[in-house]
């Protein structure tokens, strides 16, 4: 009877200790794979992070790009790009001013750049910092009267781009390629200095580069482009920055502008299978 209780329960605890990790890494990837990835940061929750905020208990951190903070953005949140050199020296310069609870945020559950910002943060020993990943879309949703977008607030849901709106100005690498060949067509490369690696343009004397940042500038460009009917072709590096500059391209009243998707990287890829490569 012993030996047999005995075997019931070594059952029981591999049964266990089998399903436990399972279980955890199902709980983890419920709708945010970044957890999985991440699992040394700890998230908050929306609705957590909007009653601390309410009590005055966290700093709202936007890891994304000065572009992507200024078409939308938790109200009041900081602005603190990952990708620049400067990140740790700000975020330790933030955290000698306060020890409020750090929740670093970006574009919602497939970005991870909240994950690596809270870990980069980890790294240097910046402690008590969270990672709101369900990101800036779902909180504007949510809470719009605590988001702005292009500057205004309470965020109006009818102004959030819709996914059908954005591929309605998506070209195929192939269609993007074949349509920039037309006279009124203008190309501009919004990739940053880091992605291009010092290269020039993907097409050889037709395409212009131009900083996301440089809102100026963009504006110039869509101000000649409606006044000289051009139509405008839009690229980056992965076809997703160009998603935010759509709210800019909306709000200046272009209509005739396409973007290429998947962006430079689909571009080299369709090249190389070409080539053979």
Not at 152 to 160: Q, R, Y
Not at 177 to 189: G, M, P, S, W
Not at 224 to 242: C, E, S, T
Request: proline fraction near 2%.
């Amino acid at each position: 009877m012993y030996r047999t209780s005995l075997q019931k329960l070594i059952a029981v605890l591999f049964v266990l200790l089998v399903s436990y990790p399972f279980s955890q890494t199902i709980a983890a990837d419920d709708g945010f794979p970044g957890r999985s990835v991440y699992p040394e940061v700890q998230t908050i929750e929306i609705d957590d992070l909007y009653a601390k905020m309410q009590n005055d208990q966290v700093v709202i951190v936007d890891a994304r790009s000065e572009f992507e903070y200024q078409t939308l953005n938790i109200l009041n949140a900081v602005n603190i790009p990952y990708a620049k050199k400067s990140f740790v020296e700000q975020l330790k310069e933030l955290r000698n001013s306060t020890d409020k609870v750090i929740v670093f945020y970006c574009n919602g559950r497939t970005c991870y750049k909240s994950y690596k910002a809270t870990m980069k943060a980890l790294r240097y020993n910046i402690d008590n910092c969270y990672s709101f990943d369900a990101g800036v879309f779902e909180w504007a949703n949510k809470y719009p009267n605590f988001a702005s977008l292009l500057g205004e607030s309470p965020v109006k849901e009818s102004s959030i781009i819709s996914k059908e709106e954005f591929n309605d100005h998506l070209l195929s690498v192939e269609e993007f390629e074949k349509q920039i060949l037309n006279d009124n067509a203008k190309v501009y490369d919004v990739r940053d200095r880091a992605q291009r690696r010092g290269s020039s343009g993907l097409f050889m004397f037709r395409d212009k580069t131009v900083s996301l940042d440089n809102t100026k500038k963009i504006k110039r460009i869509i101000t000649k482009a409606i006044r000289y009917d051009h139509i405008l072709y839009f690229y980056d590096q992965k076809g997703k920055q160009v998603r935010w500059l759509q709210y800019l391209l909306n709000s200046e009243g272009l209509l005739n502008y396409y973007f290429m998707k998947g962006g430079a990287g689909a571009y080299i890829k369709m090249i190389r299978e070409r080539q053979g490569l």
